[in-house]
Every structure is written in C-alpha cells, then in structure tokens.
C-alpha cells in the first residue's frame, strides 16, 4: 500500500507509540481517526495537525465505544484501510506478593485492555475493510497490533501484562490466515525499552541505565522508529502474519 494513501485508525495515538505514527501518516499525505482515553492530549493533537485527524474518545473494552467510533472514522475518511493498535495498560504485580496473592480483577483488566480491546477493534475495522476496492497490490488494509518483548521475555511480576501480549502475538497469525482471502494483511510489533510518556516519571540518571540494557542502540528506543517501521509494513505487501521484535537485540532478564 502507498504510505499517502492511509485512512487510518490508531488507538492509543493520544500519545507515545501512537502518536509518532499519526503524526508520520499525517506528514506523508495520509489522514488518522484517534481513539484514545484522553481528551486533552486527542484534542491538542487534532488541532495541531489539522484536518487530516480526527480525535474520539473511545474505550476500546466497550463494543459499542467502538463500533460507533469505526463508523465515525469511516465516514470521516471515506474509507479505512489501516489499523495500528497501540492503546494498552501495564502493571506490575507478583502472583504471590507481600499483601497477598494477584488481585483478580485487575489481572483480567489488563487483558481486556490489551488483548480483548485489540481484537474488538480488529473485528469492527476488518468488517469496514473488506468493502474496500482492492489497490494495484490487490490489498484491502493493513492491521498492525503492538504486542511487547515481555510476550517472550516476561519479568517477575509481569504476568498479566505478559499473557496479555503473548495473546496479542498468538492471533496475528490465524486471524492473518483468515483475513488473507480478502486482501488484508496482519502484523504485530513487540517493541522493546522505548521512551513513552511511562518513563517520563522516572529521573534521567534511571532513564540512562534502562537504555544502557539494550546492546544496540545502547538507549531507550524512540516512538518515531516505531513509526518507521509502521510505514515498513505498510508499504511491503510480503509482511504478513509475523510479530517483528524491535528492541535492540534486548533480552529482559528475570527481573
């Protein structure tokens, strides 16, 4: 698919991940439906780059949330053919920690963020998607999830968030198979340390040493390479139903 050519949705492009990419689709010609939680940073964002983005704040866990917000993007666009699904929580908990055993609920919250919400909005998008008159490639759309090295790599602690990610990589692969037939292709990404808006809250001295994990580049990742490789798969019709780790060659320890 041409990169200018993108009518896309992407959760969680209020910020992080997700706002690297909108603002590269936007700067390429392409135009971008936000969904994300916040307001203030959708709405700040909208106005900044115009009316090539729309921002609507959606929850992606909510069934309806979303299938209003798809047909929104749809028909503020005219089409949609790309997904880029960035929206997702993170929590650190043990199993069997100092006042007690994992809370439940927020076990299955996390997964119904992370896993549940990206496969509604697949599921909502695909439906809009396969309406779509094919391109010279004979491609419909483009899906890319954010998964995490922690699908493979889970620290100590990480176990919801691991699982939640792991399920993200698990589904690439058969919803890809199944979505094949019409023309639409399935990727996920399992990013590594990258500098979001999460480790804003930490000092620069602790930002340094978390970079220096990474053989190379020794540093945190930026979101803007992560929007790099977004147009990467957009772009190269052959990438299909395969998770692409982009960490620097990082391997997390156990803890």
Not at 63 to 73: G, M, P, Q, S, T
Not at 114 to 142: H, P
Not at 166 to 185: F, Q, S
Request: hydrophobic residues 40%.
């Amino acid at each position: 698919m041409q990169f200018q050519d993108c009518r896309a949705i992407v959760t969680g492009g209020a910020s992080g991940l997700g706002e690297a990419t909108v603002r590269n689709i936007v700067e390429n010609g392409g135009k971008t439906v936000i969904f994300d939680q916040s307001e203030e940073n959708g709405l700040r964002l909208q106005a900044e780059l115009g009316e090539a983005v729309l921002f609507l704040k959606t929850d992606v866990t909510k069934e309806e949330d979303i299938e209003r917000a798809v047909n929104k993007a749809a028909d503020f666009m005219g089409a949609i053919n790309t997904v880029v699904n960035c929206a997702g929580i993170g929590i650190a908990e043990k199993v069997l920690g100092r006042n007690g055993t994992h809370n439940l609920s927020l076990f299955s919250r996390v997964i119904n963020v992370n896993l549940v919400g990206t496969f509604n909005v697949i599921r909502l998008a695909a439906e809009k998607m396969i309406t779509n008159e094919v391109n010279d490639k004979s491609e419909r759309g483009v899906i890319i999830n954010t998964a995490s090295v922690a699908a493979f790599d889970g620290q100590i602690g990480q176990a919801a968030y691991s699982a939640s990610k792991g399920g993200i990589v698990g589904m690439t692969l058969p919803i890809a198979r199944e979505l094949a037939r019409y023309g639409i292709r399935v990727m996920t990404i399992a990013p590594g340390l990258f500098h979001t808006p999460m480790f804003d809250t930490l000092p620069q001295e602790a930002r340094d040493s978390l970079g220096k994990m990474v053989p190379f580049p020794p540093r945190l990742g930026y979101p803007t390479e992560y929007a790099q490789l977004v147009q990467s798969i957009i772009e190269n019709p052959m990438l299909n139903g395969e998770t692409i780790r982009l960490d620097g060659a990082i391997r997390m320890q156990p803890k």
